[in-house]
C-alpha cells in the first residue's frame, strides 16, 4: 500500500514540475472540458465566475491582487507586466499546482480572472472558493480606500 501511495505522489509530482515551463506566459482564459476550472471569461455557468471590478487605475488595481496574492500560502507570483499577473498555488500535501491568471481591462475597468488545475480532472470546488476568497478580499480593499461607498 505504502508503495502505490509512494507512486502515485511522485507521479503527480513529475507531471505537474514539466509542466510548468509550458504555464508562464500563457493567458487563454478558456476553461477545459474537467471541472477544475473556473474563468470571468467562460460560458459555460458551472465554470463561470465574475470579473474583479476595480474603480481605480488599472495599475492601482493589479498591484492590490498582487498584495493579496504574495499573503496566501503557498502562492507565487510568476509574472507580472502593467496589464497581467500569474501566480501559482501549490497545495500543500500533494503539492498540486494551479495556475491563477488576472488581466486588467482599463475600458471596461475589470480584472478578468482564471483559476486552473494543472492536472486532475476534479478539483473539489478549491478554485470557486479561491477566486471567490480574492474577490472578497479586493472588494473590501476596494471599500476601505473609498468609505463614501
Given at each position: 500500500m505504502k508503495k502505490v501511495i509512494l507512486l502515485i505522489i511522485l507521479l503527480t509530482?513529475?507531471?505537474?514540475?514539466?509542466?510548468?515551463?509550458?504555464?508562464?506566459?500563457?493567458?487563454?482564459?478558456?476553461?477545459?472540458?474537467?471541472?477544475?476550472?473556473?474563468?470571468?471569461?467562460?460560458?459555460?455557468?458551472?465554470?463561470?465566475?465574475?470579473?474583479?471590478?476595480?474603480?481605480?487605475?488599472?495599475?492601482?488595481?493589479?498591484?492590490q491582487i498582487e498584495k493579496i496574492l504574495m499573503e496566501m500560502k503557498r502562492c507565487k507570483i510568476i509574472l507580472k507586466t502593467d496589464t497581467k499577473i500569474h501566480a501559482v498555488c501549490t497545495s500543500l500535501v500533494f503539492r498540486f499546482r494551479d495556475d491563477l491568471y488576472f488581466e486588467a481591462d482599463s475600458e471596461k475597468k475589470i480584472i478578468n480572472i482564471k483559476s486552473a488545475s494543472r492536472t486532475g480532472y476534479f478539483d473539489f470546488g478549491v478554485n470557486r472558493k479561491r477566486v471567490e476568497k480574492i474577490i472578497e478580499k479586493f472588494s473590501r480593499i476596494q471599500t476601505d480606500s473609498n468609505p463614501s461607498q
Open positions: 509530482a513529475g507531471c505537474s514540475n514539466k509542466m510548468e515551463k509550458n504555464h508562464l506566459q500563457e493567458f487563454d482564459f478558456k476553461c477545459p472540458k474537467s471541472p477544475n476550472c473556473v474563468s470571468s471569461l467562460e460560458n459555460e455557468e458551472s465554470k463561470k465566475v465574475e470579473p474583479i471590478k476595480f474603480d481605480s487605475d488599472p495599475g492601482k488595481a493589479l498591484g
